[in-house]
């Protein structure tokens, strides 16, 4: 089993559409959580951390499942500049040893 | 403020060469990281370094890759001899405060390796 397990994709969307990305991960000790967004051969950037208790920034909610090891990013309103690879990490709690899913590629068309 | 530079952004090495791979991380970051997706594959970790000193290397593939940080501030990546299954992109990563749970990791654009 991988141990973070993220939607195959890809998702083509129309401009305007909600979409979410669903993300798993085995290690029961992971204590950071993590969307990461990556352009085209361009670097991983920090989209938002993932809080237990859920988070919001602007069109985009992550929410956490600790329980079910269950990890989500809703973006909602897409907008063509949304389209790119979202990255689902986590990390054991140092925040150094970051744990990559495969990435699901978005593309948002006009 | 500069980023985390990388260099080469590209190289094309033949099967048994030697390729360095060199980062400047971020000024000021003591945490510097090496990470590599080959193809089909998701970013794997590689090692981390806290100044000079190897933090945990436990992701390198084998002893052909050899990393090193002297001096604390940029850091190289060697890969010698080279093999096939070796091409991927390495990026480079840095941050602070070490062990801060919610410290942001910059990465690099990468060093795109292809062996042939």
């Known amino acids: 089993r991988k141990e973070v397990e993220q939607d195959p994709g890809p998702f083509n969307v129309p401009e305007g559409a909600t979409v979410a990305f669903n993300c798993t991960y085995s290690?029961?000790?992971?204590?950071?959580f993590f969307w990461y967004r990556q352009d085209c051969r361009k670097e991983p950037k920090l989209l938002m951390s993932?809080?237990?208790s859920g988070n919001e920034d602007g069109r985009f909610t992550a929410q956490l499942n600790r329980a079910s090891q269950y990890i989500s990013l809703l973006i909602r309103d897409s907008k063509l500049s949304d389209s790119a690879t979202y990255l689902c990490?986590?990390?054991?709690?140092?925040?150094?040893?970051?744990?990559f899913g495969k990435g699901t590629l978005l593309t948002v068309n006009p | 403020e500069a980023g985390v530079t990388q260099f080469p952004s590209h190289s094309v090495i033949e099967k048994g060469q030697t390729v360095t791979l060199r980062c400047d991380p971020i000024?000021?970051?003591?945490?510097l990281y090496w990470y590599r997706r080959v193809m089909g594959k998701e970013i794997k970790f590689l090692l981390h370094?806290?100044?000079?000193?190897?933090?945990?290397e436990s992701g390198m593939p084998n002893n052909r890759f050899l990393a090193e940080r002297t001096g604390g501030t940029y850091s190289t990546l060697k890969v010698q001899p080279a093999e096939l299954e070796d091409s991927g992109v390495y990026f480079c990563?840095?941050?602070?405060?070490?062990?801060?749970?919610?410290?942001?990791?910059?990465f690099g654009e990468g060093s795109w390796l292809t062996v042939v």
């Open positions: 990563a840095s941050s602070n405060l070490q062990g801060a749970v919610r410290n942001t990791i910059y």
């Open positions: 290690n029961s000790a992971s204590q950071s």
């Open positions: 993932v809080y237990s």
């Open positions: 990490v986590v990390s054991p709690g140092s925040n150094y040893k970051l744990t």
């Open positions: 000024s000021g970051h003591d945490n």
């Open positions: 370094f806290v100044k000079e000193s190897k933090q945990d």
